[in-house]
C-alpha cells in the first residue's frame, strides 16, 4: 500500500511517501512545496495544487492522509492553512485518492504511543520507524511523513475492526 502524508500550509507543505507491506514502512520519498510571498494567495493555492497533481501523477499513492489543523490565536493564519488543506484534500480527491484526515494528537499517538510526545520524540520515530539516515528536514516534511505512518497505522486497525 502507497501511502503520502501531507502536512499543509502556505510557505511549506510538506509531504511524505512511503510503502506499507505488512508491518514494515519504507520511505519511496519526501520533500517540500514552497511558494513565495511575494505571489498573491490565489497563485500559491494553484501552485501548491499542481505541485501535488505531479506527485500524485509520478508516484501513484492509493491514500492521502492530511494532518488537519491545530489552534492557532492568529485567526488570518488559520484561514490560510485551511485553505491550503482544502486545496490539498481537493488535488488528492481528484487523483481518486482515499483520503483521511487526523489531528497532532492522533498522529503522535500512533508514532510516538503517546498523544502528548514532544516533536522531537516524534521525529525520532519517523526516523527510526522508516529506517532513515537522519531526520528530514524541515519539519514540515517529517511531520508530513509521521502523518503516513499514522494512516499506516490506522488502516491495520481500521481493517482489524471491518473483520470482527
Avoid at 507491506?21 to 520511505?27: D, F
Avoid at 499513492?61 to 491545530?70: I, K, Q, S, T
Avoid at 480527491?93 to 516524534?122: D, F, I, M, W
Wanted: hydrophobic share 40%.
Amino acid at each position: 500500500m502507497r501511502i503520502i502524508g501531507i502536512d499543509p500550509g502556505i510557505a511549506i507543505t510538506g509531504y511524505g511517501i512511503i510503502d506499507k507491506h505488512g508491518n514494515s514502512y519504507k520511505s519511496v520519498c519526501y520533500g517540500k512545496i514552497t511558494t513565495e510571498p511575494q505571489q498573491s494567495l490565489s497563485e500559491r493555492l494553484v501552485y501548491i495544487y499542481n505541485s501535488l497533481m505531479d506527485i500524485f501523477d509520478e508516484y501513484r499513492p492509493g491514500y492521502a492522509a492530511v494532518e488537519e489543523l491545530f489552534f492557532n490565536k492568529n485567526a488570518k493564519t488559520v484561514m490560510v492553512i485551511g485553505q491550503a488543506r482544502g486545496v490539498a484534500i481537493l488535488a488528492a480527491a481528484n487523483a481518486g485518492l482515499e483520503v483521511r484526515e487526523y489531528t497532532p494528537l492522533q498522529v503522535k499517538q500512533a508514532v510516538a504511543g503517546y498523544g502528548r510526545a514532544e516533536k522531537k520524540q516524534v521525529q525520532k520515530m519517523v526516523k527510526l520507524l522508516l529506517n532513515l539516515e537522519q531526520i528530514p528536514r524541515p519539519d514540515d516534511v517529517a511531520d508530513a511523513l509521521a502523518v503516513a505512518l499514522c494512516q499506516g497505522s490506522s488502516y491495520r486497525m481500521q481493517n482489524l475492526l471491518d473483520r470482527s
